[in-house]
Each structure stands twice: as C-alpha cells, then as structure tokens.
C-alpha cells in the first residue's frame, strides 16, 4: 500500500477523533483545581491551576499559577483549543517518556527538567530513543562494575543508560544473528561523540577479543587519534566533531571482536584555511605547535600558533583546562599503539607543518594587479618545499599561474593575489583531506583481521541538526544528511508501532507520521538543489548568484522551499525541525573543490614516498578493499567515499555527489541493520553543569524526533499495561465478590474496564497487555486516588469518632476516680488524727514504764555481774590445782604401768632364762641390765622434755616468724599491686588504643596480602589455561608429528612453573632445569634458581637454629622452675621470675627474628617466581634484585636494633631483680634482730648470716647463668649476622654479574649466560658429587645397621614362632582366626611405577563422586597419601615426587573438564584440602602433631619434606575454591533480582507498587526467568548438602557461604541503584522480609558464625532506607546515623530514585537531599556507586586433622585398585 494512501486515511480519522474528543471534552467542560500547562515566552511552558469551573462557551479561563498570582487566560472561540493537561504527581520523573499519562510537549519537557535537575538523571527513554542530556560534568557512572551491572540485563529493567542501549544491540546480536547500528546524532557539544565512545568501551568490555591481538584496546585507541584530527574548538563545543563517522565494530562466531572498520563523512575542509571568532583550527595544528621543542622536530622549524596564519584567525589559540602538549602525547601513543612507525608519524608531522607554513608563504601584488609573485627569499615557501620534498622553483611559479588546455594550445596565465590565494587555501585544504584519508585508511588496516566476520555492530557518530546566523554548503550537508536520517526513524518508529499492535492481535489502524520525503525529494531528486548546483558548477563562468535564480525559478511553488524578502542570494528550506536560510556565497566553489592540476603534479613528483602515495591516482579504491574483507556475509558494505576517477575537469565528481553517494551507501547499511537511537541533548549554551535551558532542550527536541516519537506513540495506544500488573494495581476499584472468583485475570480486567471506561475505543485488549488511548491511565488512577480518598475519609471519621468517645470516657473515669480519692483522703486524715491522739497517750505511758524498769535492771545486772566473778574467780583457783593433781597423775599412772609392763617383760623372760639355764649369774645380769635400761630410760624422758620444750618454743618462733613474713608479702603485694595500678590507670587507654589500631592494621594488612595473593594464584590459574590453550592451538596448526616430552616431565613443568619442588635431593635432576631455561630463558633461569636454592637452604639452616634455640630455652626453664630449698623459697621467687622474663623475652626475641627472615624471604622466594613465571624483561629483573638487596638489609637493621632493645631490656630486668633481692634482704635481717628479742638463746645469728649469704651466692650463680645464655645468644647472632653478609656478598656479586651483562650485546648477552650457566652447573656437579659421596657413606652405614637389625628381628621373630607353634599346640581352634588378622597392616600401599597412570586414571581422572559416596569422605586422598607414605619409607625420591605431580595435573585435567559441575569442584576441593591435612599431620613437624595419637604418630613420613608441595597444594586448593564460587555464582545470579527484589513473598504488596514504570523486554507475569525465594534457598540446600557430604571442611563451607551472600547483596543492591521501579517503600519492606528468610536458613544450617549475614547490611540499610521518613532534619540525622554501611553516593542515589506509591505520599525533596548531603561530608569514603560484585574474600584453609588411623581405611573394590599391595 502506498505512503499516500495511508498517510490520506489516517489524516482523517486523527481529524474525526480529535473533532469528537474536543467535543465531548467542551461538554463535559473543565472542572477546579485541575492542574494545566500554559505557553510562557521564557520558560516555553508554565504550569497553572483552574481555580474556577470551565463551561463550555466561556471565553476566559481563570488560572492560579505556581507563585500564587492569579491569570485570566483567553480561550479562542474559533480554534476551541484548551490548554494541555498536567499529568499527576506519581507520574513525573519517569524513567520512560511514553509512560506518562499526557504525551505532549510540555509533559516532555518538565519529566526531563525535574530528572535532569532534581535527581541529576542524564538519560531517559522515549520509546526506543534514549535522550541523553549533556551533564559537563564527570559523573561516576560509567565504571567497570556498572558496565558488570548492565551485562546481561533486559533494557527496560534497569535505569536508561547508554550501557543498556548497547547491551541491548549486543544481545540482539546474538540472539536474533542480525547486525545491529546504534546512531548518536545531536547538536555539536551535546555529547556525541562521548556517548560513542562509551559505547565503543562497553562493547570492548562485554565482547573482549579471546586472542591476544587486543583488538578492543586498538578501537578504543583509534579515539585520540580522530579527535586530534577531526576534532576542533567552535563558538558551542571545545571539542566538537567537524566530521562523521560510522564505526563497525566485527565480531566472531563467539561474538569477540575480531576487528573493526570506520567510514568518514564530509571532513569540514574549510576549517583548515579559516576560522571564525572564539573558534580553532583542528587540534592536531595546536598541539604539534604546543610541541615544537622537542628535538625531533627542530626540522619542522615550527612557531607558536599565533604564528600562523591558519592557527591564529580564530583569536584565542588555547582552550581553558585543555594541554596541548599532553595529548600530543596521547596522539603519539595512539599511532605507535596502532601500528604507525615512527617514520610515517614524523611524516605526518612534516605534511601538516607545510601546511602551516604554507599559509604563511608572503603574496605580492604585481603593478598591473592581474599578475602576483613570490620572493625568492621567502622562508615559508621554502620550509614547505623542504617538508615536502618538492621542487622550489616548480611550486613558486605554479602557485602565482595557471595553465589554460584548449583543443588547439596551452596557455599559461598569471594570477592575482585573490586567485592566488584562493588557490593556496585550495592547495591546502587539499593536502589535508588527503592526509585525513591517510589516516583512516590505516587506522583500517590496523583494525582489520583475517579472521572471517560474523556479525557487526555500527556505532553512527553524526552531526545533529545545524542552523548558525551565516549557514553555508556546511550546514547544508548537514541537514540533508539528518533529513535522510529523520525519515529512517520515522519509519522504523512507525513499523515497530504496528509489530507490535500485530503482536498483541488487536484491531489497529494506519497511523500518521510526518514524511519529509517531500524536502528529500527538493534536496537529491532530479532537477533538485544538488543538481542544479552540480550543473552550475559545469558551466565555465557559473556564480552563485545564478545558480540561486535558477533555485527560485524551478523550486520557487516548493512549499518546502522560500525565497527570502529581501536577499537574492540566499535560499530557505523548510526542514522537519525548522526553516534554516543558507548564503549562496561559496557554494560553487566548495562544491567543485578545485585544485589546479599542475600542483597536483608537483606533489605527485615528490622524493618521500609517502607525499606522493598521498597524490596517486585510484588512491581512494583503497578502503573499499579492506572493507569488504570483513563485510558480513549477510551485507555487502561498500566503501564511504566510492572510487574517484582521473582528476580530470569534466569527469571528476562534486563534493555534493561524493556525499549524496556516501549517505545512500549509509542508508544500505542502516537499513539492512537493527537500529538503536540516542539522541544527545544540549542543556544550555554557557556549558555550565546541571543547568537547565527551557527553550534550547525545546529546539533540540523537536529537531531530534523525539516529540515526533510522542507524537506517533500518543496516536495510538501509549500506555501499556500487563494483565498482571494492572490487576494487581486497580484490582481495588474492583468488588470484593468479583476478586474472589476463580476466573482467568483476563476476564476480570475486562469486566473492570468495561464497567469504568464506556468508551471502547479507549482501550484494546491484546494478548500479554492491555493498550490505553492517551490520559485513560490518569482517569484509572483519579478513580483509584478517589476511592482511597473516599476510604481515608471513612477511615480519619470513625478514628475521630471512636478518638473523642474515648476521650470523653477517659475524662468521666478521672474525675469519679478524683472525687473518690479525695473523700479517702479526709477520711484517712481525721483517722490519722484520732491514731495519733491515741498513740500519743500509749507513748507516754510506755515511757514512763520503760524508764523505771531500766533503773530496776541496771541494779539487778550489777548485783549478779559482782556475784559472777566471785564465783567464778574461786572456781578458777580450785581448777588450776585439780588440773596440776589430773596431770601429775596421769603421768604417774603412764610411766607406773610402763613400767609395770616392762617388770613383767623382764619377770617373765628371767623365768625364762631361769628355767633353761637356771644360772644365779645371768639373773644378776639381767637385773643390772634393767637397772641400766631403767636409768636410760628416765634420761631419754628427761632429753625427750627438754626437746618438746625447745621444739614448742621454737615453733612458736618460727609462726611469729611466718606470720609477719606473711605480713609483710601483703604489704609488698599491696604495693606492688597499688603501683601497677596507677602505671595500668595512666597508659592503659593508650594502650589500648594503640593495641587495638595496631591489630586492625596487621588484621587489613593481612587481608590485603591474602588477597593480593590469592589473586596472583588466580591470574596465574588463568595464565596456565591460556597456555594450555594457546599449546593445543600450536599442536593443531602444525598437525606435524615430532618429539614429544613424556607426560612426567611436561606436568612437572606444568605443576612447578611457579613453585619449583625441592626435597633432600634439592639440587636434583638438571634435566628440569634445562628444559624450564630452555623455557624462561638460559640466564635468568640460572641466575633465579641458584638464588632460589640458596634462599631455600638458608631457610631450613634458620628452621633448625631456631629449633634448636628454642629446645634450649625450654631446658634451661625447666631447670629453672625446679623446687628449691623450703627455707630459701620466698628468697628465690623473685630470682626465678626474672629468669623466666628474661627467658621469655628471648624466645620471644629469637621467634620474632626468626619469623621475620621467614617472611622476607618467602617475599624473596615468591618475587623470584613470579618473575619467573611471567618472564619479565631485564629491566625488571634487575629491578627485582636490587628488591631482594634492600630487603635483607632492612631485615639486618631492624635485626640490631631489636637486638639492642633486647639486651637494655634484659640489664634493666636484671639490676631490678638485684636491687629488690638485697632490699628484702636486709628487711628480713632487720626483722630478725627486732621481732623477736628473745629467740637468740634458739637462733644462731651466724646461721641467718651464712644463709644470706647462700642466697647471694645463689644469686652469683643466676647471674653467670644468664651472663653465658647471653654469650651464646651473641655468638649466635653473630652466626646469623656471618651468613647474612655471606649472602649479601653473593647476591652483590650476583648484581655485579648482571650490570656487567647488561652492558654488553645482546649475542655477548647469550654468550656469557651460557658461560655463567656452564660454571654454574659445574659447580652444582661438583657439589652433587661431594653429596653423593657422602650419601653412598650413609648408605653403607645405614645398610650394615640394617643388616644387624634385620638379624636381630629374624631373631625375634623365631622366638616368637616357636612361640606360637607352643599356642597353637594348646589352641588348635584359634590358628585360623589369628591368621587372618591384619595386625601387621602399616597404612601403606605399594604400587609399581608403571602402575601410576592406572592409578592417576582409576582415582582421579575416571573417578565419579557417586563411587564413593558410601565411603569415608575424602577416600581418594587418604589413598593417595598411603601411596606417599610407602614411596618415603622405600626412600624413592623419583617415585614420590612424580605420583605428587601426576596427582596434582590429574586434578587439573579433572577440573578443566568439569568446570561447570558443582559436584565435582567441591568433591576434589575436599580431597585437595584433606591431602594437604595429611601431608601437615604426618609431616613430623610437633605443630601438626599435638593432637595425633600414638597409632597415628607412626604414620609419620621419615624421609622426605614436602614443604613446597604442601605449597603447591595450598594453592591449587585456593584456585579450586574459585573455581566452585564461580559456578555457584554463575547458578545463582540470574536468580537474585527476581527472588530478592520482585518476589511476592508478602502477599498484597504487589498492589502498592509504583506505576507508571513499563518493562520492555520482560514482564513479571513471564514465568520463563522468574524464581522466588524458595528457589535460592533450595539451591543454597543443595550446594550446602553436597559440600557437607563430601567432607569439605565446615570453615571452607562457611566462607563459601560468606561467599555467595556478598554476591547476593551486591547483586541485588546494584540492581536496587539501577531501577526506579523498586525503589519504594513496599520493595523495601519486601526486601527486608526475603533477608530475614535468609538469615534463617543461616540459623537452620548453624552458620551464624561465618559472617554470611553481615555481608548482607548493605542491601538491609537500603531496605531501611526505603521504609524510613524523608521529611524533616530529624529525619536526615537518623538516616545519616544508620546507613553506615552506604556510601553518600548510594543514599542519595536510593534518595533520587525512591517513587511514591501513590498520590498521597510526597516524593524526596531536593531540599532534603541536599541535607543528607551536608551532613555525610565527613565521611572519607571512595566516590562508589555500585558494589563489586565479583570481588572475593581471601580464603583460609586452616589445619584440620583427621581423627582415621591409615590401617583402619578400607578401599572399595569398584575403584578397580587390585594392583595396590597392602604393606
């Protein structure tokens, strides 16, 4: 159907229902307080308000404007025009300009106004157009993670940015595989060329090239480069854009960049030759002047600027805040980035300084004034030809003539000045374009790949709509161009319109779009403006000025085209955006674009190539070349500028055609592509920041086509509506009955609309939504404002009721409950009265009594007290002797019986005697004898008394002796105590303050390096995988077979690249160490692992002194803390602490200095690796050892210093404890010779004189000791201090050697590493050799002790056969039983070496998590560590250290092949982290080994240290554990935004949402990528299970939750920062309840501990945020004090895009902002948006010992390991 025929139809139905609207609109009439837009002359449109009812004939309609002044506004009778509807408050501000209620011009302009102003939002969409409105000023929104933020994101889900146009393009790419364009078009400095260039940025970001061309960093680097070039300062822009481009972005199948191409547009020549005021030349000029010191450009023989002629007519020559000479630099950069040599870019430099100088040539008019010359003596004339490498004498004369070609003779004829120099300016202008083409036909090359093109994206920098006071063939280019593209995007607005009416299936009819192909058609179509201007240029003596009487009288009846009234060389078109008037003056002569043919010639002849390729003929075919290379197979683009022929007069083509060729070929490639729009916005013309210019955004937006996009979506359906969300938005106009039915939301949305809007031609219900005419939105939301309204109403009445029927009972109760207790409380004070008259009588009465019955008893207790003691004293005396009579008695009766026993002893046993002997002697005897005994006996009772008496007395002395000892240890305690505490009162704060800063900064230290690290083991990680890459690549292209490496020694280099493995064997095999030269390069490998072996030899000699220090320490401790003697204990107490501080003190000391070196020279031994790995140049290696000599010598000075703060503390300590010794000394001495007076008659004084001095002997004795433990502490220091200079001396000589080879060639480089590389392994030979000796010497010894107890067992073992065999002689039952016990079982497994690839493949690389799910968790790494266990008891180097690596690349392999798969990266994390436990827990080091068992200390290795591949280990574990983070956050991710932020987990909060906000690609009613916060945490269950049953270490599974709950909160908050629609009260309330479900699943899973839900107060603080009042100062300060985990920019963010619910709450003042603002300054916090959401917390594996013995594992037979032997 034709343009016509459709345009007709709808033109009238438009007609028919306007007519009726405005007649049913007059009926109805207007009522008050309707809010209403009225033209204003300043800000284009004023806002106003009906305060009285309008009825339909009145001619006035009275307003009441925003400063309260009243307006009577008339009202055309004729024209019935009412003035525009203001659309409601929730409505403004919108993110999308189509969703406003009201589409016309004034709703427009103020949604822009009050973004651009009040929230400083820059873009907003309009339908498909973005409209980006220039801030001048930098804003933080265009970083790294908020182009992470908007990857992947659907367009109308998060704020409109120029990142989401091109996520769009880029996605629709690949999804749709059609190529897309986006067109940036706007005046010059309303920001086009940034947008673009943040485009280009985003897609070298997303769609980064997967080779290592950097393709990405060469587009972006193509910028500087046409800026300088392209670019210049006018009277709008101090940057603006004096051309076009078109750059086309390729890419691969896998959408990476593979290459680029740029196509230009109408190069603004003139500039070159002139300037207008306050404007520059192109920037390049300025800059090359700005740097014309430098000594490779003396040659130029360049000026200042003001020096010249084509630098200098514009006035100013500088630009505020812009250095010339700086991006001179940048420009530099560029080219050498891009590929251009240095030779070309210095030409470059010649031809644009001839050009400068060129200008500069002197002109001097002839008598005759027809004839012009130059002088001789011209140096301009002369620099130009030097630069040029042309002929003097030929350009002198060919610039002052001109040669005439008839058909019979050559004429040659002179010039005047003027022809001259408009041949000049010609000749230059000339040049320059050339040289631009130049350019950017090698910026093509450098951009261009081999690589065949898959799809491409086009980024369209243009100009936008011009009109100037003076517009010349410029502009009108210009213009044309935008009318071309103006009609492209009507029609593409237009045809999406419609897909999408067809989409929906709803009746549709055609709309009417403005068509200027009219004005296209008076512009290019026969006979038009460019070919009647083509055809006066043919004519020899054509002018301007008939060329515009030709224009009136053919386009004269045009209604796109006037005749001004008082000018007869101008001409007006009528363009979509406004009528521009455009000087004829030029325009022939800029057409032509005439050069003379013999300069041409003259540069053609030119002796630098490069001056004359820029003349050859054919040169502009070039391009089209390397175009159609990279073309699309889809498109076959064609060149910009096509091919030009021979330069000859008749057949060379005009500017107008070249430019109306290119734009038709513009037009091919925009059409045949995806079109995206921005269209740029110029706020004001002072380029002042976030001002606001009413009348300048009105021109541009109807110049842009944005109101036309208005227009075309207000003609049909504007507002759209999902049945869902309009539903659950207006389901409360709806009857509680009809909600409650169980029907389709279809049904009830019909039901509902059909019973508010009578009209039917006011809506349309599609498939998926709803389509609502224009202002049918607001009378949705005035119904639904009035029933809130209504029920408000309703609502405030019965609380005011049921308010003042409670009062009105409240008053009643108080004054009965008044009146109550005032009658109680004169009741009580008259019955007060009468108790106290009363008690006032019983007191007096009480007393009199009490005071008589005190005398009476007073004289009774004196009378019984005398009688008592009386008594008692007479008692006492009669006591005391029956107590004497009781004693001597009982020692009567004692010593009576004692002695009665032993007569009867003696009489019996004298009968005895008597009775066998009968001998009268020996009875004598016997007598005499008890006699003797009887006599010894008294004085051994005698003795006995006098030793009871003394020992009494002297205990009695010694307790009076203790107790004042005692006594006086509490005084001293007191003191003591009293002392500490005023030094504890005086420096504790301070302390404590320095102690706890001094923890965080070690603790962030820590942090950092950790991380630091861990992402160092991740680049490398990453390295390793492209290497790998990169070598199947290498292996494919060749497709030759050749040598292999076997598999051994290429995952050894694998696995050690970066941590070369030493055990006992060191120095080991040379065969690693030639290939791994072979590989990083002969000499610095030398030079690295010499160092690398020495740094490991020095630390374990440092290990074992300090060992042995540290044993001796805790010798000497003990002996210290042994008891001594009873009588010196309290003597010695002192001694002793001292001794142990002192003790202490160098333990500590030692473990300090210790640790110290440890750390340096891990620092040491990971920058020689690094280096290493990543084969730095020499430069950096020499800078790493110079690294390497400042560390250890600041280690050895901080070593003495420590040393001598050690050795004063120590003599301070010691004189302390001597001055306090002799103090408590003499005290006790005092003491004794006070206290007690009366012991020298038990104590000797020369005895208390001898123990002091055994105590200061004593004391001597200490003082040796710790004089000789100080001793040894220097000599060893000096020890330390020896080797510290013996490897200094060596790292000197070593730097020396390197100086010296940096000095030499590079072939005397080679040679003298491979000489330093001979003498190095000779040397190692050498030692190899003595080292073998002496391992032969230990192997005969350890063979003959072998042998000796292999004897010795043998013998053993038949004694316990024989035994056995007597057991089994006894217990025949038993002998099959004890058989079959494994007792002899070790925990070790023994394979063949030809066995360890079975074994790599059956437990590793073919292992599957289900085969050992019934198991031990962590089975395959128990396995392997009893196949290490048995190499090291076989005491096989080789064997352990190849099974090591074979583990470590078998587990590599593994997780490359399932990189995606959660189960396996956790199931071999498990194993990875166990293996590394066992390696700690059986390496015998006493650490690991506290909490072994006996049986499982026998499991120790004996042999091997295997330190560095516990390294290895570590950090394959850590590459691992990111690994399983990355894919756990690859499955949650796309989860997040819709289950924290959309779901519904509080039902009815949907109906409160803001409206108005419109999604483009995806609604909430799709199903498809929607999930809800059940679907999280059932995730989160399943990757807890799965780590939990793999046994994976509960602190790594906490950190992996930590993990994945910071990526949840900065996944949901950035969201949260980039969407309108989510930012209100009910999303933060949502969002508050989906954190708390959270937060109990950490409760359920018992994962409190591992600071998951602290992760998560950000995106709480937000929620917070969003619930919080923002009204008052109050206000501000609550949410400044508890949004501390928000930086300023994220409140106010959340602050500007925070939108009501509805029209009863008010949005956020820009008032209020500013105070948040003001008092948030304070803060010292990074200018961050948005979080990083792919940042990664450092993970710790701590030591985590197995509780299995290696005997006790039992190995499953379907892991198919038969061939392991069971040792």
């Known amino acids: 159907m034709a343009w016509s025929v459709w345009r007709d139809a709808s033109a009238a139905l438009t007609k028919i229902a306007s007519m009726h609207k405005i007649i049913r609109r007059l009926r109805k009439g207007v009522k008050k307080y309707t809010r209403v837009w009225i033209p204003d002359q300043e800000e284009v449109w004023k806002s106003a308000e009906i305060i009285k009812d309008y009825k339909e004939g009145d001619k006035t309609l009275h307003l009441k404007l925003e400063d309260e002044t009243i307006l009577a506004y008339p009202i055309d009778a004729k024209a019935n025009k009412l003035p525009f509807l203001r659309n409601p408050d ?243 950069h560029a080219f050498t980035l891009l590929g251009v040599k240095d030779s070309h870019q210095l030409a470059i430099f ?164 403005y068509d200027n192909q009219p004005c296209i058609d008076l512009i290019e179509a026969k006979l038009g403006i460019l070919d009647l201007l083509d055809e006066e240029c043919k004519v020899p003596k054509g002018t301007d000025q008939n060329w515009a009487q030709k224009l009136y009288d053919r386009h004269g009846s045009s209604q796109h085209f006037q005749k001004p009234r008082m000018s007869n060389i101008s001409f007006i078109v009528v363009h979509f955006a406004d009528k521009v008037e455009y000087q004829c003056d030029g325009f022939l002569e800029k057409n032509r674009d005439t050069v003379h043919e013999e300069q041409i010639n003259i540069l053609k002849a030119s002796k630098y190539p490069m001056v004359a390729d820029l003349f050859h003929d054919g040169k502009d075919s070039a391009p089209a070349a390397a175009t159609g290379k990279g073309a699309s197979s889809k498109i076959s683009i064609r060149s910009a500028r096509p091919p030009v022929k021979a330069a000859n007069k008749e057949h060379k083509k005009t500017v107008g055609h070249q430019f109306r060729n290119s734009l038709h070929l513009l037009m091919e490639t925009l059409n045949a592509t995806t079109p995206h729009y921005v269209r740029c916005i110029k706020p004001n013309d002072e380029k002042l920041p976030f001002s606001f210019d009413p009348k300048r955004a009105v021109q541009q937006l109807r110049a842009c086509g944005v ?51 009578k009209d039917p031609d006011k809506f349309q219900f599609g498939r998926t939504k709803i389509f609502f005419r224009a202002g049918q939105v607001a009378y949705l939301e005035k119904l639904r404002a009035d029933k809130f309204r209504a029920a408000t109403i309703m609502i405030q009445k019965t609380v005011r009721g049921w308010l003042q029927k409670a009062k009105y009972r409240k008053m009643k109760k108080a004054a009965l409950e008044i009146q109550r207790y005032t009658r109680g409380h004169l009741a009580r004070r008259l019955a007060d009265r009468l108790r106290k008259t009363r008690a006032a009588i019983v007191l007096q009465k009480q007393y009199r009594m009490l005071r008589i019955r005190r005398a009476y008893q007073a004289i009774h207790r004196a009378a019984i007290t005398i009688q008592a003691f009386t008594r008692g004293m007479f008692v006492r005396k009669t006591y005391r002797k029956n107590k004497e009579y009781k004693l001597l008695n009982e020692q009567f009766s004692t010593a009576a019986t004692s002695h009665s026993t032993e007569i009867e002893k003696l009489k019996k046993e004298l009968q005895r005697y008597q009775r066998k002997k009968g001998d009268a002697n020996q009875l004598a005897s016997l007598q005499e004898e008890i006699d003797s005994l009887r006599l010894a006996l008294e004085k051994a009772h005698g003795e006995r008394k006098i030793v009871e008496d003394t020992y009494t007395k002297e205990k009695d002395v010694l307790r009076k002796r203790i107790t004042d000892l005692e006594e006086e240890n509490a005084l001293l305690k007191q003191e003591k105590e009293e002392l500490n505490n005023k030094i504890l009162c005086q420096s504790e704060d301070e302390f404590a303050q320095n102690a706890a800063e001094e923890n965080l900064l070690t603790k962030k230290e820590l942090e950092e390096e950790r991380v630091r690290y861990q992402n160092l083991v991740q680049e490398y990680s990453r390295l390793e995988q ?506 949650l991710q796309p989860m997040i935004v819709t289950a924290v932020l959309e779901n519904e987990s509080i039902q009815g909060l949907s109906g409160v949402k803001p409206m108005g906000y419109r999604k483009r690609t995806s609604s909430m009613g799709d199903n498809d990528n929607f999930y809800t916060l059940e679907a999280i945490t059932r995730q989160l269950n399943t990757f807890h299970s799965v780590m939990y049953d793999q046994g994976l270490d509960p602190e790594i599974i906490q950190q992996a939750v930590k993990q994945l709950f910071y990526m949840i909160n900065a996944v949901a908050l950035n969201n949260l920062l980039l969407r309108k629609d989510v930012c209100s009260w009910s999303t933060g309330m949502q969002v508050r309840f989906n954190i708390s479900q959270l937060e109990e699943w950490l409760r359920g899973k018992n994962l409190q501990q591992s600071g998951a839900a602290k992760t998560m107060e950000p995106l709480i603080q937000a929620a917070q945020l969003l619930q919080l009042k923002k009204k008052t100062s109050e206000d501000a300060e609550a949410i400044c004090s508890l949004c501390t985990a928000l930086t300023t920019q994220q409140i106010v963010k959340i602050l500007n895009l925070y939108t009501p619910v509805n029209e009863f709450e008010e949005r956020v003042t820009v008032a209020f902002i500013r105070n948040i603002q003001a008092n948030l300054q304070e803060r010292n916090e990074p200018p961050q948006l948005l979080l990083d959401f792919k940042f990664m917390f450092p993970v710790l594996f701590p030591f985590n010992p197995s509780s299995l013995t290696m005997d006790s594992i039992h190995i499953p037979a379907s892991l198919g390991l038969e061939f392991l032997n069971r040792v």
Not at 259 to 284: C, P, W
Not at 463 to 482: D, H, K, M, P, R
Not at 1408 to 1433: E, F, N
């Open 350 to 513: 010649k031809i644009l300084a001839a050009i400068l100088h060129l200008g500069n040539v002197d002109l001097q008019s002839e008598r005759d004034g027809e004839s012009s010359s130059i002088s001789k003596q011209d140096e301009h004339l002369h620099n130009f030809c030097r630069l040029l490498g042309v002929e003097h004498s030929q350009m002198e004369h060919w610039l002052c003539h001109r040669k005439l070609v008839t058909t019979s003779e050559t004429y040659i004829k002179n010039m005047s000045v003027q022809q001259v120099v408009n041949a000049r300016n010609a000749l230059a202008k000339h040049i320059y374009a050339q040289l631009f083409n130049w350019i950017v036909q090698h910026i093509n090359k450098a951009l261009h790949t081999t690589v065949k093109q898959h799809s491409f994206i086009g980024v369209l920098d243009i100009y936008g709509f011009e009109t100037f006071e003076v517009n010349s063939f410029e502009q009108f280019c210009i213009n044309y161009a935008n009318e071309k593209l103006q009609q492209q995007f009507n029609s593409h607005v237009f045809k999406l319109e419609q897909e999408e009416y067809m989409k929906e299936q709803i009746p549709w009819t055609l709309i009417d779009f």
């Open 1026 to 1531: 492209r290497y790998d890459n990169l070598r199947d690549e290498m292996a494919i292209i060749k497709q030759t077979p050749g040598h292999r490496r076997n598999p051994s020694n290429q995952s050894s280099l694998e696995s050690d690249s970066n941590y070369p493995s030493i055990s006992t064997s060191e120095v080991g095999d040379t065969e690693d160490a030639i290939q791994q030269v072979e590989e990083v390069g002969m000499e610095k490998a030398a030079m690295d692992m010499t160092l690398f072996l020495k740094l490991q030899k020095r630390v374990r000699e440092l290990e074992q002194e300090r060992k042995k220090l540290q044993s001796q320490l805790e010798k000497r401790e003990n002996e210290s803390k042994k008891p001594q003697v009873i009588e010196m204990k309290n003597e010695m107490d002192l001694d002793r602490d001292t001794d142990l501080a002192y003790n202490s003190l160098k333990r500590q000391e030692l473990e300090s200095e210790n640790k110290k070196l440890k750390n340096d020279l891990n620092e040491l031994r990971k920058a020689i690796v690094d280096r290493v790995a990543q084969n730095n140049s020499s430069n950096d290696l020499h800078d790493s050892y110079s690294l390497l000599l400042n560390q250890l010598k600041s280690a050895n000075e901080e070593l003495e210093v420590r040393k001598e703060e050690v050795l004063i503390l120590r003599t301070q300590i010691i004189k302390a404890a001597q001055q306090k010794d002799a103090g408590r000394n003499m005290e006790s001495n005092s003491n004794m010779q006070t206290s007690w007076p009366n012991s020298d008659k038990h104590v000797d004084p020369e005895d208390a004189i001898e123990a002091y001095h055994g105590v200061c002997q004593t004391n001597r004795l200490l003082e040796a000791q710790l004089q000789d433990q100080r001793k040894e502490h220097e000599e060893e220091v000096e020890t330390l201090k020896e080797q510290m200079g013996t490897l200094r001396e060596e790292m000197e000589k070593q730097q020396e050697v390197f100086f010296q080879t940096l000095q030499l060639s590079p072939e005397a480089q080679v040679e003298f590493g491979i000489q330093q590389e001979i003498m190095r392994l000779t040397s190692e030979n050498l030692d190899l050799k003595e080292l073998l000796e002496k391992l032969k010497k230990n192997e005969s010894k350890l063979k003959k002790q072998l042998k000796i107890y292999m004897k010795k067992v043998q013998d053993y073992e038949a004694d316990q056969v024989v035994v056995q065999t007597e057991k089994r002689q006894h217990e025949l039952n038993r002998q099959v039983t004890v058989q079959r016990k494994e007792k002899d079982f070790q925990g070790m497994l023994e394979y063949c070496k030809e066995d360890e690839p079975l074994l790599v493949k059956n437990l590793i690389t073919d292992l599957k998590p289900q085969m050992v799910s019934a198991t031990v968790p962590c089975l395959p790494a128990y396995i392997l560590y009893m196949c290490i266990r048995h190499a090291d008891y076989s005491n096989d180097d080789h064997k352990v250290h190849s099974l090591l690596t074979s583990t470590i690349n078998g587990i590599k392999k593994v997780l490359k092949k399932h990189h995606d798969d959660f189960e396996m990266t956790s199931f071999w994390l498990a194993n990875t982290c166990r293996l590394l436990h066992c390696l700690k827990q059986y390496s015998g080091d006493t650490g690991f080994m506290t909490q072994n068992t006996v049986k499982q200390n026998e499991h120790c290795l004996k042999n091997f240290d295997l330190t560095e591949y516990r390294q290895i280990l570590s950090d394959l574990s850590i590459q691992i554990y990111q690994q399983l983070i990355k894919i756990a956050e690859g499955v």
């Open 707 to 757: 109101l036309e996009t208005i227009r075309i979506s207000a003609a049909g359906y504007p507002s759209r509506w999902t049945y869902h969300d309009f539903f659950n938005r207006y389901r409360i106009l709806m009857k509680k009955k009809d909600t409650s039915k169980k029907e389709d939301r279809k049904v009830i949305c019909k039901m509902l609309l059909e019973s508010l809007i």
């Open 90 to 332: 929730i409505l403004v501000g919108e993110n999308d300009l189509t969703a406003l209620s009201y589409l016309h011009e004034p709703a427009v302009l103020h949604n822009l106004k009050v973004r651009f102003l009040e929230s400083n939002h820059i873009y907003t969409y309009c339908g498909i157009v973005l409209v980006a409105i220039n801030p001048y000023e930098q804003l933080p929104i265009y970083g790294q993670d908020v182009i992470y933020a908007y990857s992947g994101q659907n367009m109308g889900d998060m704020d409109p940015h120029i990142f989401a146009v091109a996520e769009e393009a880029y996605k629709q790419m690949a999804r749709d595989e059609k190529n897309q364009s986006i067109i940036v078009s706007g005046e010059s400095g309303a920001g086009k060329t940034v947008s673009a260039k943040y485009a280009m940025r985003y897609f070298a970001s997303v769609g980064g090239s997967s080779s290592e061309t950097n393709i990405e960093e060469k587009v972006l680097a193509s910028s500087p480069i046409m800026e300088a070039i392209g670019n210049a300062k006018t009277t709008r822009n101090d940057n603006s854009s004096r051309f076009g481009k078109y750059i086309q972005i390729g890419f691969d199948k896998r959408y990476h960049i593979i290459g680029a191409n740029m196509r230009t547009y109408l190069l603004e020549k003139s500039r070159v030759v002139f300037q207008a005021d306050d404007e520059r030349n192109y920037h390049i000029f300025y800059q090359l002047c700005a740097s014309a010191s430098l000594p490779e450009f003396k040659e130029l023989s360049l000026m200042s600027a003001e020096n010249f002629l084509y630098t200098c007519l514009g006035g100013d020559t500088s630009i505020e805040g812009v250095d010339d000479a700086d991006d001179f630099e940048k420009t530099r």
